[in-house]
């Protein structure tokens, strides 16, 4: 079964501060890919960042950036110039498929809060 | 910018009520995804489809949970009957095949009293 792990039910910084939120998984598969999504108060989930298994260079989105540590399972994500805007709960989460996405497993979620 | 469309945003009922919630997914996607979101247990896979076919519904509680898609514009999802425990936020999210991307739609809040 896959798993998604994410330790941190909450973290707060000082806008314009870095933060890493940390994820572990568990999956049998080789080829998988891994993702932060981001749910603010509207609740829409929207996609932050994503990391293919076999790629070995961590993903980069403007400010967003991922630490892949395959080998470990931990997929860490890592928020530059935090703003409060970035207030939102975030979701690791794990598509397992080999082929086309079959679902997508997450974990229980970290909250975020940016402080003025 | 396209969306995926979920109706209704917010469904009030009564236990013992049918519910259904509709979802339009991206025109032109191929699978549809059924997720539940709860405090309690987070966000789980409810069912999936791929080109209107049903692949995986073991998520769901089959006694009472049905998904279906009439077209490839309409993804349905049923609880009949409604119980307390179906509380909950219910996504719909749609993608393609060969893209892991998915595009989540806004949920629907469901409460049963």
């Known amino acids: 079964a896959q798993t998604v792990t994410q330790s941190q039910p909450e973290m707060s910084v000082q806008e314009a501060e870095t933060v890493t939120l940390s994820c572990t998984y568990d999956?049998?598969?080789?080829?998988?890919?891994l993702f932060w999504y981001k749910q603010p108060p509207s609740r829409q989930m929207i996609l932050v960042i994503r990391?293919?298994?076999?790629?070995?260079q961590n993903a980069t989105e403007n400010r967003f950036s991922v630490n892949f540590q395959k080998a470990a399972k931990s997929f860490s994500l890592k928020i530059s110039d935090s703003q409060l805007g970035d207030t939102a709960m975030y979701f690791c989460?794990?598509?397992?498929?080999?082929?086309?996405?079959?679902?997508?497993?997450f974990g229980k979620g970290t909250h975020l809060i940016i402080q003025p | 910018d396209a969306r995926v469309t979920q109706t209704p945003r917010h469904k009030v009922t009564e236990m013992g009520q049918e519910v259904t919630m509709r979802c339009q997914p991206i025109?032109?996607?191929?699978?549809v995804f059924w997720y539940r979101q709860t405090m309690m247990q987070g966000l789980e896979l409810l069912a999936y489809?791929?080109?209107?076919?049903?692949?995986?519904d073991s998520g769901m509680p089959k006694d009472r949970f049905s998904a279906e898609m009439p077209d490839a514009t309409l993804a349905t999802l049923k609880i009949q009957p409604s119980e307390p425990r179906d509380s909950a936020v219910y996504f719909c999210?749609?993608?393609?095949?060969?893209?892991?991307?998915?595009?989540f739609g806004p949920g629907t809040r469901l409460t049963v009293l």
């Open positions: 990391q293919e298994a076999y790629k070995q």
């Open positions: 999210a749609s993608g393609l095949i060969g893209s892991r991307d998915q595009v």
């Open positions: 989460a794990l598509d397992h498929s080999g082929g086309g996405a079959d679902g997508l497993t």
């Open positions: 025109l032109g996607h191929n699978t």
């Open positions: 489809f791929r080109n209107r076919a049903p692949l995986d």
């Open positions: 999956t049998s598969e080789s080829n998988y890919y």
